[in-house]
């Protein structure tokens, strides 16, 4: 059984596909959606979002914030950022969490903000060794 699933990014549209399994970095965890889902709305955080294709192909995505809505089997994610495995590079990775180390903290706001690009950083260098 299988379902519709739309990926929009500000500057394009990464997925417009039929899926069987979709696995979403939700806000407050892991989040998963298979056809017949009841209708959701969910709020995304920082994560890797998986999908199965009805063909046993997986395809992942590094997302950050957005949301996604299930209804009437069809699953629509609106992210603010979105990377594919193959658009990073590890070492790119790595210095973007040096940067983030060295980032000034002088109040909670620049602390948060530093610990989100940090995190960020080290999720690109994992899934840059993923290149599926």
């Known amino acids: 059984m299988s379902f519709q699933c739309i990926i929009v990014a500000p500057e394009q549209q990464l997925m417009d596909e039929t899926v069987t399994q979709v696995i979403l970095p939700a806000e407050d965890g892991l989040l998963g959606v298979l056809t017949g889902r009841s209708p959701l709305l969910a709020r995304l955080g920082l994560g890797e979002l998986r999908i199965d294709l009805p063909d046993g192909q997986k395809r992942q995505y590094l997302v950050e914030g957005g949301v996604a809505q299930m209804k009437d089997n069809k699953l629509t994610i ?17 210095a973007e969490y040096d940067e983030a180390v060295n980032r000034p903290t002088a109040d909670q706001k620049a602390a948060d903000e530093r610990n989100r690009a940090m995190r960020r950083a080290r999720m690109k260098e994992q899934m840059a060794a993923v290149k599926t």
């Open 78 to 94: 609106l992210t603010n950022a979105a990377w594919a495995p193959s658009q990073l590079d590890a070492s790119a990775a790595k």
